[in-house]
């Protein structure tokens, strides 16, 4: 009795049709592959956007909020205060008013794109304090 032959490997002579075709399309994944990396790119680059508009506003929400927090107790320099809170990167501009019952301080600071074509509004933030400088409201 005769032992069985080997299986043809896909690169030698008298394979059949069947593995020399899966050994022609060994690249088609490859190419595929080479289609959809685009769409995973950009998908990562809006998971980054989001995580960005998010810290941005977060910021903004602690620049106003130290902004009449300061003002509120001393009277000045709250917006100073906001601005020296957050990122100098960021550039944010603070808005200060106030009366004799309450500080309202506004920070505004705008959003970068990092997708292409993409233009977002600023990230605003407002934030209300009693006042409680003695000088506006007595001892």
């Given at each position: 009795m005769r032992s069985p032959a080997p299986a043809a490997r896909p690169w030698r002579?008298?394979?059949?049709?069947?593995?020399?075709r899966v050994?022609?399309?060994r690249g088609q994944v490859a190419i595929e592959?080479?289609?959809?990396v685009p769409i995973l790119l950009f998908v990562a680059l809006c998971?980054?956007?989001?995580?960005?508009?998010?810290?941005?506003?977060?910021?903004?929400d602690t620049a106003a909020r130290t902004a009449a927090r300061?003002?509120?107790?001393?009277?000045?320099?709250?917006?100073?205060?906001g601005a020296a809170a957050v990122g100098s990167g960021?550039?944010?501009?603070?808005?200060?008013?106030?009366?004799?019952?309450?500080?309202t301080a506004v920070a505004r600071i705008k959003i970068n794109s990092i997708v292409p074509g993409l233009s977002l509004e600023d990230?605003?933030?407002?934030?209300?304090?009693?006042?409680?400088d003695p000088e506006v409201s007595g001892p």
């Open positions: 002579r008298g394979s059949s049709d069947v593995e020399r050994h022609r399309d592959y080479l289609g959809f998971g980054i956007q989001l995580g960005w508009v998010a810290y941005v506003h977060e910021q903004a300061v003002e509120a107790r001393k009277g000045s320099g709250g917006a100073a205060a960021l550039g944010a501009r603070i808005d200060v008013t106030k009366d004799t019952d309450a500080v990230a605003v933030a407002t934030a209300v304090m009693p006042n409680d």
